[in-house]
């Protein structure tokens, strides 16, 4: 069965979302902004848009909660400033996991996807000359997310998400 013709083949959503983790690996590890800037255009459907929920602890306490809606020139400015922000060497580890729950198909051209992400951070805070030991802010997010892909230029992109999730950080010395 020709899976083009017939819809977007469920492999093809396993290994795009796949390899969305491995390239996010592969690229906070390199710490090259341009590429995050790259990456995020060409895996970004023209006028995709995001809606986030997330709640946030800290040390295991309720901070905050944060809702909002980015568009993919959002989402380009942020790239840019997390790129300025973050220096090589800021992130100690990193990883992202993607656990599929649904996915069906509207044809040859788009497909949606439920999933989990789960993503591990650990930033090494500068520390001060007195102070020996190096502070990392851990950072975990696992996030419920419905993704519209669709196939833009014979390739697979991410369009509308919609996603809630929580944020648990910490700090460690």
Partial sequence: MDTAAHGLAKEDVRKYLQRICEEAGDMMRAYDPQLLLEWTDTNLAAGAAFQVDLRI????VH???????LEKEDILQLGG???????????ADYSLDVTIKDVVSHGS?????KVTWHEHIVY???????????NHIVADIEADCCHLLLREDGRLAIGLTL???DARLSMAG
């Fill in 57 to 60: 602890q800290k040390d295991g």
């Fill in 81 to 91: 400033i997390f790129g300025t922000l973050a220096g090589k060497g800021t992130i």
């Fill in 163 to 165: 996603c809630s999730g």
């Fill in 109 to 113: 051209e788009a497909t949606t996807v």
């Fill in 63 to 69: 901070t905050g909660s944060v809702a909002m809606t």
């Fill in 124 to 134: 090494q805070a500068p520390s001060a000359p007195e102070d020996d030991a190096a």
